[in-house]
């Protein structure tokens, strides 16, 4: 009998009675890893879906992780896959059980990466508007002939509420299911407000020094700095709108 644990170990000695071909019924071991046997005499078939069925176990092991609603559907999938493919042999039925088990598991993963991207970008948001709270409070008179001071924790806050609109409306779209480092995914969501800010400050300059002719229709002194906030919103909901700007000011840097 040649026992196979989720834990990867060699040999591992499983406490089951085998059958007459060396199986038993698939068990989860006390470490939470999914147990089983490869019948006597394995085809290829069958020795391929064991190793898939052990690789899955692992990563729902790591990333789902033990006892959690998640895990438990994926691990109830797998164990039907390993009984029916490894006990009786119905390898192609097997298969159909394992192939749920892998979709349900990266379903369950792309939820869980998701909202983990999520709270990275709103961490970046709350981040970015406290330093520039801190950067009017410390850094005014270097502020001054550039941007209002006033208005610039304003501009911040505002090119990061469009970022977490922008992913809140696509957030369904957002590919995450193949993304296993929770830090990574975390910077990488922090990071969208954080471009959005550096696109709104250049879009400032760029409209407040009139570099480029942009028509806004035909406001006043008192609302201009509102045009300045919706152009700082548009920065962090889509950034096409900030590289579209910037791509007319390099005509004009370049012609002068």
Same mark, same amino acid.
């Given at each position: 009998?040649?026992?196979?644990?989720?834990?990867?170990?060699?040999?591992?000695?499983?406490?089951?009675?085998?059958?007459?071909?060396?199986?038993?019924? !698939?068990? %989860?071991?006390?470490?939470?890893?999914?147990?089983?046997?490869?019948?006597?005499?394995?085809? !290829?078939?069958? &020795?391929?879906? !064991?190793?898939?069925? #052990?690789?899955?176990?692992?990563?729902?092991?790591?990333?789902?992780?033990?006892?959690?609603?998640?895990?438990?559907?994926?691990?109830?999938?797998?164990?039907?896959?390993?009984?029916?493919?490894?006990?009786?042999?119905?390898?192609?039925?097997?298969?159909?059980?394992?192939?749920?088990?892998?979709?349900?598991?990266?379903?369950?993963?792309?939820? &869980?990466?998701?909202?983990?991207?999520?709270?990275?970008? #709103? %961490?970046?948001?709350?981040?970015?508007?406290?330093?520039?709270?801190?950067?009017?409070?410390?850094?005014?008179?270097?502020?001054?002939?550039?941007?209002?001071? &006033?208005?610039?924790?304003?501009?911040?806050?505002?090119?990061?509420?469009?970022?977490?609109?922008?992913?809140?409306?696509?957030?369904?779209?957002?590919?995450?299911?193949?993304?296993?480092?929770?830090?990574?995914? #975390?910077?990488?969501?922090?990071?969208?407000?954080?471009? !959005?800010?550096?696109?709104?400050?250049?879009?400032?300059?760029?409209?407040?020094?009139?570099?480029?002719?942009?028509?806004?229709?035909?406001?006043?002194?008192?609302?201009?700095?509102?045009?300045?906030? %919706?152009?700082?919103?548009?920065?962090?909901?889509?950034?096409?709108?900030?590289?579209?700007?910037?791509? &007319?000011?390099?005509?004009?840097?370049?012609?002068?």
């Amino acid at each position: 009998m040649l026992g196979v644990s989720g834990m990867g170990i060699p040999g591992y000695a499983a406490q089951a009675d085998s059958g007459a071909n060396g199986t038993f019924p !698939a068990f %989860i071991n006390p470490d939470k890893y999914l147990t089983f046997a490869l019948p006597s005499g394995a085809t !290829a078939d069958q &020795k391929a879906l !064991a190793a898939e069925i #052990m690789a899955l176990d692992h990563r729902a092991h790591e990333q789902l992780g033990p006892d959690t609603p998640e895990w438990k559907e994926v691990l109830g999938m797998l164990t039907n896959a390993a009984n029916i493919g490894l006990m009786y042999g119905e390898v192609p039925q097997a298969r159909l059980d394992y192939n749920q088990a892998e979709q349900a598991f990266f379903l369950h993963l792309q939820a &869980k990466n998701r909202l983990k991207y999520l709270l990275g970008l #709103m %961490i970046g948001v709350v981040v970015c508007t406290l330093l520039s709270g801190l950067l009017y409070a410390l850094a005014r008179s270097l502020a001054q002939p550039f941007v209002t001071p &006033k208005l610039l924790p304003l501009l911040c806050l505002f090119a990061g509420m469009g970022s977490l609109t922008s992913v809140l409306t696509r957030l369904d779209s957002i590919d995450l299911k193949f993304e296993t480092t929770d830090l990574l995914i #975390m910077i990488s969501g922090g990071a969208r407000p954080i471009v !959005a800010i550096f696109f709104a400050l250049v879009v400032y300059l760029i409209l407040d020094l009139k570099l480029i002719d942009v028509k806004f229709g035909t406001p006043t002194d008192e609302n201009r700095n509102s045009i300045y906030l %919706i152009s700082s919103f548009l920065c962090g909901f889509s950034e096409r709108f900030a590289q579209d700007i910037l791509s &007319k000011v390099f005509p004009t840097i370049g012609g002068s």
